[in-house]
């Protein structure tokens, strides 16, 4: 993961982004991937009113293909369906937009929030141009993350918006596209949001589990993580006849499926932030815990560094592979034995080698 820069004064105001919390915790929001017909958005945006659950109707209008062959969306027509939602239902309303003549028949039909999709947060020329066009304007906007795992990026959107004048924003977590395979669409690469709203303490993060999971079967677990992160909300794509969806049809879920995964949610109330006492015992444990691993780290480097003075004077060469093998492997056998998690194991001793090799090659030519 990139490193991002400190917050700047830009982005500072946006930690006390906290717009959100006049809505109801969690804020749901649904709808169909795409607006394909009058039909599909009457039929699902009127299930999804009788579940109770959803606070805003979503619906992609211009759809952004990997393929030209692809369905690209209905357009403006569908504008008029989705002010039809909000008249009838009451609905708040979203849509996604990418350029700003998007923005404009957005406004002009009356939709309440605009959101960013994954594909244009990466090209800043077309986030600053929707900025631009949104100067002046008192609309709230939902950022969702680039596809490439790029905090600066992500924060870099955000901060544009906010230049622009746009004071009630919300980031919405999508995962990532990256090279290893995962279970995931989109692998969620969770400690980036949790880095943002550590940076942005008050800015609202909703979290978007259609898109990370792809498929239905992931998308309880992915929202349930998320409240269990604090999210503010839950972005869930549904249509009426999920399988026959337009796209993404392997990960909508009908209304009634969108209602029994609320109703199963386990959701921590955002407000109790001040931990009871045996917490604070036990915070006080791992807070030793943690700093012993600092005083290891610190007398296994000293040892590196040492050893690396014997290495140059017997000609031994920095790294031997059986060496680094066996550290490898009973490492992660008393891990194993202890109920440590190996993969996580395998990722500290890798992050340590790197450093000690780093120590033992620093000062050669
Ligand atoms: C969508 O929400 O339908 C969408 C296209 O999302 P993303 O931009 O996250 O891919
Ligand atoms: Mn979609």
Same mark, same amino acid.
């Given at each position: 993961m990139k490193q991002p820069n400190q917050p700047g004064s830009d982005l500072n105001p946006l930690a006390l982004n #906290?717009?959100? #919390?006049? $809505?109801?915790?969690?804020l749901i929001i649904s709808g169909p991937?795409?607006?394909?017909s009058h039909d599909q958005v009457m039929k699902t945006s009127s299930a999804l009113h009788d579940t109770g659950v959803v606070s805003v109707f979503r619906s992609g209008i211009w759809k952004p293909r990997t393929?030209?062959? *692809? $369905?690209e969306g209905r357009g403006e027509e569908a504008l008029k369906w989705i002010a039809e939602v909000k008249e009838r239902y009451g609905f708040l309303t979203t849509v996604e937009v990418a350029t700003p003549a998007h923005v404009e028949m957005c406004l002009k039909h009356g939709v309440d929030i605009l959101w960013i999709g994954a594909r244009t947060s990466v090209n800043p020329f077309s986030v600053q141009e929707l900025a631009d066009t949104l100067r002046g304007v008192d609309i709230p906007v939902l950022v969702k993350n680039p596809v490439n795992p790029d905090l600066n990026l992500w924060i870099g959107v955000l901060e544009r918006f906010f230049k622009a004048g746009i004071t009630k924003i919300a980031a919405v977590h999508r995962g990532f596209t990256i090279f290893e395979k995962t279970p995931?669409?989109?692998?969620?690469?969770w400690e980036i949001p949790i880095e943002l709203k550590r940076l942005f303490p008050g800015l609202p993060v909703l979290c978007d589990p259609s898109h990370i999971a *792809?498929?239905?079967?992931l998308i309880y677990d992915v929202a349930q993580k998320a409240l269990l992160l604090d999210m503010n909300g839950l972005m869930i794509e549904t249509h009426i006849d999920p399988s026959n969806a337009m796209t993404d049809a392997a990960q909508q879920l009908t209304p009634h499926q969108l209602a029994h995964l609320i109703e199963n949610l386990d959701i921590p109330d955002p407000s109790a932030h001040t931990p009871c006492q045996e917490i604070e015992v036990l915070r006080s444990k791992i807070d030793d815990c943690d700093f012993r691993l600092i005083n290891s780290l610190a007398d296994r480097m000293e040892l590196v560094k040492q050893i690396a003075v014997l290495k140059k004077e017997c000609k031994?060469?920095?790294?031997?592979i059986n060496r680094w093998n066996q550290i490898l492997e009973t490492r992660i056998k008393a891990a194993q034995l202890k109920g440590v998690n190996q993969e996580m194991t395998k990722k500290i001793l890798e992050l340590i080698h790197a450093e000690s090799i780093n120590l033992q090659t620093r000062d050669m030519p």
């Open positions: #906290t717009w959100l #919390t006049d $809505f109801s915790h969690p991937c795409s607006a394909e393929r030209p062959s *692809g $369905f995931y669409r989109n692998a969620p690469l *792809g498929n239905r079967e031994f060469p920095v790294l031997q």
